[in-house]
């Protein structure tokens, strides 16, 4: 995936002007290191480098980046009290969070979300430490690749999110399940939904995911009531178990990280753990969490595919996937093992995105019954979990 992204920006870095970034950190280290990676690459430079949150308030008007690469913890002005005065500057700025991986910086960076960063990242411990340190630049990299751009496009065409829409505003679907014409473009092939009745909701997330997922269990209580919920969402440890916290709050129902042989019941919200991959294995008449440790897949770990994929030699086609945003094309190909399955899948659209990878990766492969914006999501689900697959 890096290699073609890479080469995808190297091929129209030419004609477009390079995406501009601000890198804030109170470590000099860690600045020259980030401004060494950007500058590297053929789509995108450091515009300033700068120590504290302060600094990049003050600055701003003059610099202009696109993206600015913020650290939580600074002097004189850190980067969680920085973030809104930043967008209320330049609203249409994308903020990544930086942080080393502690529980506090965990809520820190998920609290920056819903102020209106775009996404975050956790620092390695240390740069002495190669691996983590090259999985740190792939990951910055690829977020200011995909995110940036927005910020110029937001500039352009400023958009307003529609309200979420109340259960009894059934939107207009065709008789193949087609979404309405506002909800994705018609070059979609779509799929009539499953005839089986779904027995498990299964989610599937990324970058903007935490957000869109806590939008949609605050508004699909009566599903997680009757079935099991299993979600991954592209996380490291300590953020996953924070996220859990947060899930159970926001839908008023039980959730948290999965335990490795636990029993999958419904009334229940299962998260993969951060750093390892979440399957369900049948035991008897039971159906059991199973958690590995094995290689990234996609590039993540944990990943959506191994969830689907397994899921289907579990419920074979008594299954409902979402597939939400999020960067690169994970979920794809364990979404088609639940089509051919018997089982369907729904997909977030373009325009509630923030990233339109994983859910557009599905719908251009022609596997989804719906592709829906965010707040038709949840009104969707529950009326297919009650019978309706229209």
């Known amino acids: 995936m890096s290699i073609a992204l890479t080469s995808a920006a190297a091929s129209t870095s030419t004609r477009t002007e390079k995406?501009?970034?601000?890198?804030?950190?109170?470590?000099?280290?860690?600045?020259?290191?980030?401004?060494?990676?950007?500058?590297?690459?053929?789509?995108?430079?450091?515009?300033?480098?700068?120590?504290?949150?302060?600094?990049?308030?003050?600055?701003?008007?003059?610099?202009?980046?696109?993206?600015?690469?913020?650290?939580?913890?600074m002097p004189d002005l850190d980067g969680i009290s920085a973030l809104p005065r930043l967008l209320a500057k330049k609203r249409d700025l994308v903020i990544i969070m930086a942080s080393t991986l502690t529980r506090r910086n965990a809520e820190i960076s998920?609290?920056?979300?819903?102020?209106?960063?775009?996404?975050?990242?956790?620092?390695?411990?240390?740069?002495?430490?190669?691996?983590?340190?090259?999985?740190?630049?792939?990951?910055?990299?690829?977020?200011?690749?995909?995110?940036?751009?927005?910020?110029?496009?937001?500039?352009?065409?400023?958009?307003?999110?529609?309200?979420?829409?109340?259960?009894?505003d059934k939107p207009r679907v065709s008789v193949t399940g087609a979404a309405?014409?506002?909800?994705?473009?018609?070059?979609?092939?779509?799929?009539?939904?499953?005839?089986?009745?779904p027995k498990v909701l299964l989610i599937g997330s990324s970058t903007g995911g935490p957000q869109a997922l806590m939008s949609l269990v605050a508004h699909i209580g009566p599903v997680i009531d009757r079935f099991p919920v299993l979600i991954t969402q592209h996380m490291p440890p300590t953020f996953t178990t924070i996220l859990a916290e947060h899930l159970a709050r926001t839908s008023k129902r039980p959730?948290?990280?999965?335990?490795?042989?636990?029993?999958?019941?419904?009334?229940?919200?299962?998260?993969?753990?951060?750093?390892?991959?979440?399957?369900?294995?049948?035991?008897?008449?039971d159906v059991a969490i199973a958690l590995d440790d094995g290689p990234p897949v996609n590039f993540c770990k944990p990943a959506v595919d191994p969830l689907f994929s397994s899921?289907?030699?579990?419920?074979?086609?008594?299954?409902?996937?979402?597939?939400?945003?999020?960067?690169?094309?994970?979920?794809?190909?364990?979404?088609?093992?639940?089509?051919?399955?018997?089982?369907?899948?729904?997909?977030?659209d373009e325009a509630t995105s923030v990233v339109w990878g994983m859910p557009g990766a599905a719908a251009n492969a022609g596997i989804c019954a719906a592709v829906l914006p965010l707040n038709q999501i949840a009104p969707k689900l529950v009326r297919v979990f009650s019978g309706d697959r229209s």
Do not use: C
């Not at 949150?53 to 202009?64: P, S, T, Y």
């Not at 309405?180 to 009745?197: I, N, S, V």
């Open 311 to 348: 899921a289907v030699e579990v419920w074979q086609g008594g299954i409902l996937s979402v597939i939400l945003t999020g960067m690169g094309s994970d979920g794809m190909r364990g979404g088609k093992d639940i089509v051919a399955a018997g089982g369907s899948v729904i997909a977030q």
């Open 180 to 197: 309405p014409a506002h909800a994705a473009p018609a070059q979609f092939a779509r799929r009539q939904f499953g005839l089986l009745p």
């Open 19 to 73: 995406l501009r970034v601000m890198v804030v950190d109170d470590s000099v280290v860690i600045r020259g290191m980030i401004s060494r990676w950007i500058g590297a690459e053929p789509d995108m430079e450091v515009v300033a480098s700068l120590r504290t949150g302060l600094d990049a308030v003050n600055q701003l008007e003059r610099i202009k980046p696109d993206v600015a690469v913020l650290d939580i913890e």
């Open 110 to 168: 998920l609290k920056a979300l819903s102020l209106g960063a775009s996404d975050y990242i956790p620092k390695p411990e240390s740069t002495r430490e190669a691996t983590a340190a090259e999985t740190f630049r792939h990951d910055l990299i690829q977020k200011i690749r995909h995110l940036g751009p927005r910020a110029r496009r937001s500039a352009a065409h400023p958009a307003v999110s529609p309200p979420l829409a109340p259960d009894h």
């Open 255 to 285: 959730a948290h990280e999965a335990i490795d042989g636990e029993t999958v019941k419904a009334g229940q919200i299962y998260l993969a753990p951060g750093g390892r991959h979440m399957r369900v294995v049948r035991h008897g008449i």
